[in-house]
T-cell receptor, first 114, second 108 residues
């Protein structure tokens, strides 16, 4: 598709429950990125993929967060045993990866942990 | 990694040019500067990017100083719909490092 599609738009989970977020990148884009926006302005990088391979995972909290990008499937970000502080908007973005290739963002998934 | 600093907020009168500054004093020679904006809580929208030369597109102009330590995004005729948070981002290889953004309010 021509847009990055993120589902669901909103997700509510009780503390300790699992949350799974999905992202379909733009067709032909080989890089996928996940960002977490907790406060209104601050974007925290989580992880990036080059095709189905993890490219950079330096931002991922290793204990409860995991992510995958499998062929012919939407990418996913999973949070096991959610905590209140995981409440945030999670954005996915994709790009060609070339030097002149901007990120194209989806509209995010708002996760609320109660 | 190079970091960016931006003013927290700015106001601009409708119809006037909005000039948004960004400092990236630790930028390296092969690192691009990108600008995005976020309207309400939507996904960030790409505006423009550059390496050394000034750039212009249908949305904005980007002026990068000769030493590349700072840049300015110019919206030539701001409208109410340009009210948003504007992010200056340094791209390091395939990492995009966000600053904290400038909240631009365009006033009628």
């Amino acid at each position: 598709g021509e847009e990055v599609a993120q589902t669901p738009k909103h997700l509510v989970r009780g503390e300790g429950q699992k949350a799974k977020l999905y992202c379909a990148p733009i067709k032909g884009h080989s890089y996928v990125f996940w960002y977490q926006q907790v406060l209104k302005n601050e974007f925290k990088f989580l992880i990036s993929f080059q095709n189905e391979n993890v490219f950079d995972e330096t931002g991922m909290p290793k204990e409860r967060f995991s992510a995958k990008c499998l062929p012919n499937s939407p990418c996913s970000l999973e949070i096991q045993a959610t905590k209140l502080e995981d409440s945030a908007v999670y954005f996915c973005a994709s790009s060609h990866g070339g030097l002149n290739s901007p990120l194209h963002f989806g509209n995010g998934t708002r996760l609320t942990v109660t | 990694d190079a970091k960016t600093t931006q003013p927290t907020s700015m106001d601009c009168a409708e119809g006037r040019a909005a000039n948004l500054p960004c400092n990236h004093s630790t930028i390296s020679g092969n690192e691009y500067v990108y600008w995005y904006r976020q309207i309400h809580s939507q996904g960030p929208q790409y505006i423009i990017h550059g390496l050394k030369n000034n750039e212009t597109n249908e949305m904005a102009s980007l002026i990068i100083t000769e030493d590349r330590k700072s840049s300015t995004l110019i919206l030539p005729h701001a409208t109410l719909r340009d009210t948003a948070v504007y992010y200056c981002i340094v791209r390091v290889a395939v990492r995009y490092i966000f600053g904290t953004g400038t909240r631009l309010k365009v006033l009628a």
